[in-house]
């Protein structure tokens, strides 16, 4: 089993910048990010493998960065230019395997999920 603990979320205004972190109880091949709207589907922003290899949502891509210390299991979201329909619970998510897309499913170890508010 791995635990995972989110920080960072919060309240911004359009164009402002968040940074979300994420650690894990132990060492794992694959972090990432996903993001659920009340009444819409969870939708996946982005992933990091063990090597430092990140994949993006098309939407995300050029205004958010994932990065991750394997030292100590943390996965970090710097989100800049964010938009008000951005908004959302962002829930970081780990699986133990190297392959790392941007999917749902397969991905066996989700947080609570800490919460996003942009305001226009």
């Known amino acids: 089993q791995v635990q995972l603990v989110e920080s960072g979320g919060g309240s911004v205004q359009a164009g402002g910048s968040l940074r979300l972190s994420c650690t894990a109880s132990r060492d794992t091949e694959c972090m990432g990010w996903f993001r659920q709207i009340p009444g819409k589907e969870r939708e996946a922003v982005t992933t990091i493998d063990h090597f430092g290899t990140p994949r993006y949502a098309d939407s995300v891509k050029g205004r958010f960065t994932i990065s991750k210390d394997n030292g100590n299991n943390t996965a970090y979201l710097q989100m800049n230019s964010l938009r008000p329909e951005e908004t959302a619970m962002y829930f970081c998510?780990?699986?133990?395997?190297?392959?790392?897309?941007?999917?749902?499913?397969?991905?066996?170890?989700w947080g609570q999920g800490t919460q996003v508010t942009v305001s226009s």
């Open positions: 998510v780990a699986k133990d395997s190297f392959y790392c897309p941007l999917v749902a499913a397969g991905f066996s170890y």
